[in-house]
């Protein structure tokens, strides 16, 4: 089944949108997602050029600033609730496993 | 040793893996690409080394823009911080190099790869090979309700032949590219799902092959028409190559003007369509307006009296004629040939006198396996040609005595109720004459003509 636009995050969805709590540009986005996954997650610069486009698009992040080509956004109050949609979303799957494995199996 | 290289590179439009495969290895051969143009792809020289490339996508972007917009220089800047420098753009299609080993792929998540390339796709692709396709359909009806219609006359053809070649492939390919495209986006689509990324797999092969193919179609009815053609037909070649070459140059000449003056996109594709649309129909125009006013000034019929015919009124009158115009036309392919040919008075050339007038057409079989199917097809052309009647009232050939004509076979037709006509169908070894007096001939005429069209 193809995946609703949205609905569920991809996980460089999440660190990006996670990245713009606080107002970042692009490049900043790229640098601070693997820094904030200890080089786990990446995203390409092509990937977060056009998520940058979509999640302004569905309005879940604004620019905020345009200093030249530097283009600065922060995330708005639909962009967090989709993160915090997502963030239940994964609690609810550890919670799952936890219950079936116990924290023991960790 | 030249510093610069062009070359005609021919990829599948989504055949990003297949094209950043091959930058790779001409960087590897020491040829960087530069520049992509509708002429080619421009090479310069760099010292041979290991090179990525990446194809990307910008969905937006027109071949009208004049540069980069914003958005992409700010994408651009995006791709030179993760060491992607820009190495040519064309359009929508993006190119990237970069020389580090293990560079942060440009597209990480293969769902929005395959997006990107299908916003981009349905821009300019799609509707580009489904206009060809409705194009190629077109004309394959037409071509077969000619082959239906005509058979002789298009098999006779190498223009018309070719023409049909050349669409046919154009069908093939614009089913191939769209099959193709789509059978890639729907696994890429099902790969993307498991964060995948399915590699595009273009058939380049099958484009150098309708490129090649296409491009013999249009020497060999060069060909064709300036060895075989009247001075007409060959005005009309030479026109046509002129015509094809001031279009293309000329639209394209203006819209790179237009680029380079940093024209807007809206300007620019108005002014190029507003062009070629005038240039189409004002060159056209223009052609016809001057060809008629020159074949009233006797152009290209003194060409025609210059024309030798292999059986003159004068052969079967035996006295000269004066004021007589002759008609010449002549097509040729690798299985038929026909040629058409008549002598008749006119007082434009200042005939004096009537002395009737000749018609016929000789028809080539070169292709054996065509000569009962080509004798059926005169044989029921010749009786359909004053149609539509009914049945009992159509013209008929009746079989007459070939011996006069030292020929195979020969009809006569008839038409119904008037009785026998002066039109004759002769069957000889390798071809066939249909010849049309407007006088009954004589023993010696018919056997001046088997001399003259009987051993052709």
Known sequence: MPRAKFQTLTEQMFYTLLCLKTERCGMDILDRVPAMTHGRVRVGSGTLYTLLEQFSEAGMIRQTRAEGRRRSYLLTEKGRQMLEEEYRRLCAQAADYRRIFGEGDL | ?456
């Open chain 2, 1 to 456: 040793m030249k510093d610069k290289k062009w070359r005609l590179e021919v990829y599948s439009f989504f055949d990003h893996t297949g094209i950043a495969r091959h930058l790779e290895k001409m960087a590897e051969k020491g040829w960087m690409i530069y520049k992509i143009t509708g002429w080619g792809w421009f090479y310069r020289r760099i010292p041979p080394a290991q090179w990525k490339f990446t194809v990307h996508y910008f969905p937006d972007r027109s071949e009208f823009d004049s540069g980069p917009s914003e958005q992409e220089a700010s994408f651009y800047d995006l791709c030179a911080h993760t060491g992607w420098q820009l190495a040519c753009a064309s359009a929508q299609m993006q190119i990237f190099c970069t020389q580090d080993p293990h560079p942060i792929p440009m597209d990480t998540d293969p769902a929005l790869e395959v997006e990107t390339i299908h916003r981009a796709a349905k821009r300019t692709m799609l509707p580009i090979y489904f206009s060809m396709l409705v194009l190629s359909l077109l004309n394959g009806g037409l071509f077969l309700s000619r082959l239906l219609g005509d058979p002789i006359g298009l098999l006779s053809s190498t223009s018309a032949l070719f023409s049909g070649f050349a669409y046919t492939l154009l069908f093939l390919l614009c089913v191939v590219e769209l099959v193709g495209y789509f059978s890639w986006r729907a696994k890429a689509k099902k790969a993307a799902q498991r964060g995948e990324f399915f590699e595009a797999s273009g058939h380049s092969w099958f484009q150098w092959f309708v490129l090649y193919a296409v491009l013999l179609g249009a020497l060999c009815w060069l060909a064709e028409t300036l060895i075989l053609g009247d001075a007409l037909a060959r005005w009309a070649a030479g026109f046509m190559v002129l015509y094809m070459v001031l279009m293309l140059g000329l639209v394209n000449t203006v819209k790179s003007f237009l680029k380079r003056k940093k024209a807007s996109r809206r300007l620019n594709r108005t002014m190029t369509i507003v062009l070629a649309f005038c240039l189409g129909f004002g060159l056209m125009g223009g052609f016809t307006a001057l060809t008629l006013r020159m074949w009233d000034q006797g152009w290209f019929q003194e060409d025609l009296q210059q024309t030798d015919l292999p059986l003159t009124l004068e052969d079967l009158v035996d006295a000269p004629l004066t004021g007589y115009m002759k008609r010449h036309t002549a097509t040729d392919s690798f299985l038929l040939g026909q040629k058409s040919l008549g002598q008749y008075p006119s007082a434009q050339l200042g005939a004096t006198e009537d002395e009737g007038s000749l018609e016929y057409t000789v028809t080539f079989v070169k292709a054996p396996f065509l000569y009962d199917f080509c004798k059926e097809r005169l044989l029921s052309s010749g009786e359909a040609a004053y149609t539509p009647v009914p049945e009992q009232l159509r013209n008929r050939y009746i079989p007459a005595d070939p011996l006069p004509w030292q020929a195979q076979e020969a009809y006569q037709l008839t038409e119904v109720p008037y009785g026998p006509t002066q039109t004759y169908l002769l069957c000889y070894q390798t071809h066939f004459v249909e010849i049309q007096f407007s006088w009954v001939p004589t023993a010696q005429q018919m056997e001046a003509v088997s001399a003259a069209l009987g051993s052709l």
